[in-house]
Nanobody, 124 residues
Framework: QVQVVESGGGLVQAGGSLTLSCAASGRTFSNYAMGWFRQAPGKEREFVAT????????FYADFVKGRFTISRDNKKNAVSLQMNSLKPEDAAVYYC?????????????????WGQGTQVTVSP
């Protein structure tokens, strides 16, 4: 299995930007589709973005389209989430996840490997 570790969370003002990073280790990274999910207090964990093994296919939740960008570097075993124009409602713990197989997926159940999460706080 692949292990993933997130970093890059923090406090930002509304309208600001943050870049989350996810470092993977343990298995051939390019065998995995990668995804970002988030969970706010009292809410279900929800899909944010996903990218296939090659980086050619990406899907986004409607609420982040045009503001967030997911990318990956298979040589560095890393995936990133660039977040722009952040809103207070974007505040959550953001999780990186790996799904064995090459296809991008928006479904939580497709992902067997999850990180511990990184907190994103957006002040009004």
């Amino acid at each position: 299995q692949v292990q993933v570790v997130e970093s890059g969370g923090g406090l930002v003002q509304a309208g600001g930007s943050l870049t989350l990073s996810c470092a993977a280790s343990g298995r051939t990274f390019s065998n995995y589709a990668m995804g970002w999910f988030r969970q706010a207090p009292g809410k279900e964990r929800e899909f944010v973005a996903t990218i296939d093994w090659s980086g050619a296919t990406k899907f986004y939740a409607d609420f982040v389209k045009g503001r967030f960008t997911i990318s990956r570097d298979n040589k560095k075993n890393a995936v990133s989430l660039q977040m722009n124009s952040l809103k207070p409602e974007d505040a959550a713990v953001y999780y990186c996840a790996a799904a064995y197989g090459s296809s991008a997926s928006m479904a939580k159940h497709a992902y067997a490997n999850w990180g511990q999460g990184t907190q994103v706080t957006v002040s009004p």
